[in-house]
Nanobody, 117 residues
Framework: HVRLVESGGGLVQAGGSLRLSCVVS????????MAWFRQAPGAERELVSG????????YYQDAVKGRFTISRDNTKNTAYLEMNSLKPEDTAVYYC??????????WGQGTQVTVSS
């Protein structure tokens, strides 16, 4: 019943920017945290950034710290990942994830981000 849909991925040159969006549809009980993961071809999925319900707690992986900004608008049931100064090593499928109060996870289908040199 709950769906997470990512959008905003695409092809961008190194140094460019993209803004990813993740819209949550359906009902999620209680407050939920959101996170962005990414998975490059042949690599394991890794946590990129996370944000609590009220945006009071934010986490960034060291590799993206200072370049990416996570945010959310709970009135729109949407989380965002603003990606600046993109590097080829940022190329991956980016997934959003919602963590419920019961630690039940919902995942989006992913959106491709490709950064060319």
């Amino acid at each position: 019943h709950v769906r997470l849909v990512e959008s905003g991925g695409g092809l961008v040159q190194a140094g460019g920017s993209l803004r990813l969006s993740c819209v949550v549809s359906g009902y999620i009980f209680g407050n939920y945290a959101m996170a962005w993961f990414r998975q490059a071809p042949g690599a394991e999925r890794e946590l990129v950034s996370g944000i609590s319900w009220s945006s009071g707690n934010i986490y960034y992986q060291d590799a993206v710290k200072g370049r990416f900004t996570i945010s959310r608008d709970n009135t729109k049931n949407t989380a965002y990942l603003e990606m600046n100064s993109l590097k080829p090593e940022d190329t991956a499928v980016y997934y959003c994830k919602a963590n419920t109060v019961g630690s039940f996870a919902y995942w989006g289908q992913g959106t491709q981000v490709t950064v060319s040199s």
